[in-house]
């Protein structure tokens, strides 16, 4: 093999191992926890950065021709650690942005934006990063030891910029393949039902955009330390529509798919512009016409195979699970287990005396106003322990803004709630899900692209491997958490008649199934009262029956349900009392036979 082809080996072994870093990064970001962060090359630019002047002297040396902050000549890997470092810190002003003001495409603008604006600062403002010109003449890695201009040292470092592709690769699968993993993809799918089971998003999209962003800036380190000289131009915004090529063309939510998008688009494009003769076309006609290429490329993956050349893999959890005998279902699970609840109320705290239960749920004057209108208008219930409570009323009544106020989904204008003699008005909602306070939605809410399996044991709380941490220590730190949530949420299924669809895409199933989903995804979530949005819209009414009694033993098990349901032959049979709201406010409560003698309910609502 003659000297040039080593040299061109080496080449696009350093540049594929580089782009395919950056492709894990952004895959883990957008691919898994959903996060369109159109602001990624900021992040592998300033790990550029960030190693160039590590390895660099002082600015006044070689006469003083470039200026730049830092030049601590700090030997290798010290300036590859840095970049990934800084590649990681510089993201959590940006999930401070995205997590608690900006969410999903206005995320995405916002990001986008700030890497233009940093780019136009960098290029302009020439004191700080010595303008366009940036600087050159870095350091390579262990340049005294070996020869960088040498074919052993250049495949050399290809096979380092491999190795650490490979290990980036590991790394990412590890935490994806993990119940945290499991709780980015249903961020990703559905981030309001995963805030409502007691996911936080803004840390979930804060740990993403630090890895994915310490991932960005390593491969930004390994690339200037390849080539030597670190140009803002490099780094403009247009760069991460390519990884985003990549990673979409590729597969979205399949590390395999992030890696083969990275040699496809950002490796493959730049190689085959090589063997375009250089008479073609007019001057800066072939790197148009890439642009177009690649443009035209995304266009068609997501309207033809928006999964990708190699798709996010069907996990199938229940297939794999080891059959067990007896068990006695999942009513016998969860009647076994402690439901998640509040801390016990703190010193001081007023109690009722004998004659008067306190109730587990309490609310004093709640309004919710949408532009003037009172959707919600003075409104105080109280919850009883143990109960099935029933919610009923005419459409536009306020029953599900009402429940969305409870669940903390929706923030009240005026009034007081109070769950286990706490004070929750002003806690998110994941944290009152926490506390075992879980509702379900209105519309069905699935995470469409996890399993049946995969949605019920997402809701499943305080699992080992449910975290950064936990994901990262691997499987033996978690699987037998996982293993006992496994069993239980067969037993759910087999109670529900769904045991056969636990390896089934959930966004498949039926109306009816997507209902039930919900309810064993809620009831997986160990809750202590359990907030239910119209739960039997869809379902037959016998499995309804069937649903009816079964909520009615968890009661008696201890469970608190509020139920809201316009099918009232099922409040008749199942609950009591029933609340009766028309106009945003509480119009009447009692059993539904008393109901039915009262005028006013009558007209407003059970006429007919």
């Not at 990412?172 to 119940?179: A, G, H, Q, W």
Request: hydrophobic share 50%.
């Amino acid at each position: 093999m003659s000297q040039a082809t080593l040299f061109y080996v080496a080449n696009l072994l350093v540049y594929g191992g580089v782009d395919a870093i950056a492709c894990l990064g952004l895959s883990m970001q957008f691919g898994v926890a959903g996060v369109s962060n159109f602001g990624f090359i900021v992040f592998q630019a300033a790990g550029a950065y960030t190693a160039a002047v590590l390895a660099l002297p002082r600015d006044t040396a070689n006469g003083g021709f470039q200026s730049y902050v830092g030049g601590l000549g700090l030997p290798f890997p010290l300036p590859w650690v840095g970049s990934a470092l800084v590649g990681g810190l510089i993201a959590v002003p940006f999930a401070i942005l995205v997590g608690r003001r900006l969410t999903g495409h206005v995320a995405a603008i916002g990001l986008l934006v700030t890497a233009v604006m940093a780019n136009l600062l960098v290029t302009n403002f020439v004191p700080f990063l010595n303008g366009a010109a940036g600087v050159s003449v870095v350091p390579q890695p262990l340049q005294n030891q070996a020869n960088p201009n040498g074919a052993p040292y250049q495949l050399g470092y290809g096979i380092a910029a491999l190795l650490i592709a490979l290990a980036a690769y590991l790394l990412c699968r590890r935490i994806t393949e993990s119940p945290y993993g499991r709780s980015l993809r249903a961020m990703r799918d559905n981030g309001p039902v995963a805030d409502a089971l007691g996911k936080n998003l803004l840390s979930l999209r804060t740990a993403m955009l630090v890895l994915g962003g310490a991932l960005a800036g390593l491969s930004g380190g390994i690339l200037v330390g390849f080539i030597t000289l670190w140009s803002p131009a490099a780094w403009g915004y247009a760069e991460t529509i390519v990884l985003f090529a990549a990673v979409i063309i590729g597969g979205l939510g399949n590390h395999k798919g992030a890696v083969l998008g990275a040699l496809l688009v950002p490796l493959g494009f730049e190689e085959a512009t090589r063997f375009i003769p250089s008479s073609f076309g007019t001057p800066g006609l072939i790197p148009a016409l890439q642009w177009v290429a690649i443009g035209l490329l995304i266009v068609g993956f997501l309207w033809f195979r928006p999964q990708g050349v190699i798709p996010e893999p069907r996990r199938r959890i229940l297939s794999r699970a080891v059959a067990t005998a007896g068990g006695g279902g999942g009513a016998a699970l969860l009647a076994a287990r402690p439901a998640r609840g509040a801390a016990p109320p703190p010193a001081g705290t007023a109690t009722p005396g004998p004659g008067a239960p306190a109730p587990i749920l309490a609310t004093e004057a709640i309004v919710c106003s949408f532009d003037g209108v009172r959707a919600v208008d003075g409104v105080s219930i109280a919850v009883q322990r143990g109960g099935l409570t029933g919610l009923i009323g005419p459409n536009g009544a306020g029953k599900s803004t009402l429940l969305s106020i409870l669940a903390g989904t929706l923030a009240p204008t005026e009034g007081r709630i109070t769950y286990e003699g706490r004070d929750i008005t002003d806690l998110p909602a994941y944290r009152r899900a926490r506390q075992g306070l879980v509702r379900t939605f209105q519309l069905a809410s699935e995470f469409k692209r996890l399993t049946v399996m995969e949605n019920l044991l997402a809701a499943v709380p305080d699992q080992r491997g449910d975290s950064f941490r936990g994901a990262v220590r691997g499987r033996r730190y978690w699987r037998r958490d996982e293993a006992l949530a496994v069993e239980e949420a067969r037993g759910i299924l087999a109670d529900f008649g769904l045991e056969a669809e636990g390896d089934s895409y959930a966004g498949d199933l039926s109306g009816g199934q997507r209902r039930l989903v919900e309810i064993m995804r809620a009831l997986m979530a160990r809750p202590s009262l359990l907030l239910l949005d119209e739960p039997m819209a869809g379902v037959h009414p016998t499995l309804a029956r069937r649903i009816g009694r079964r909520l009615q033993s968890l009661c008696a098990g201890g469970l608190t349900i509020l139920l809201v349901e316009h099918e009232l032959a099922f409040m008749d049979e199942f609950c009591d009392p029933v609340i009766v709201m028309a106009e945003g406010r509480v119009l009447d409560q009692g059993t539904m036979a008393a109901l039915r003698e009262k005028a006013a309910v009558v007209e407003a609502y059970l006429v007919g």
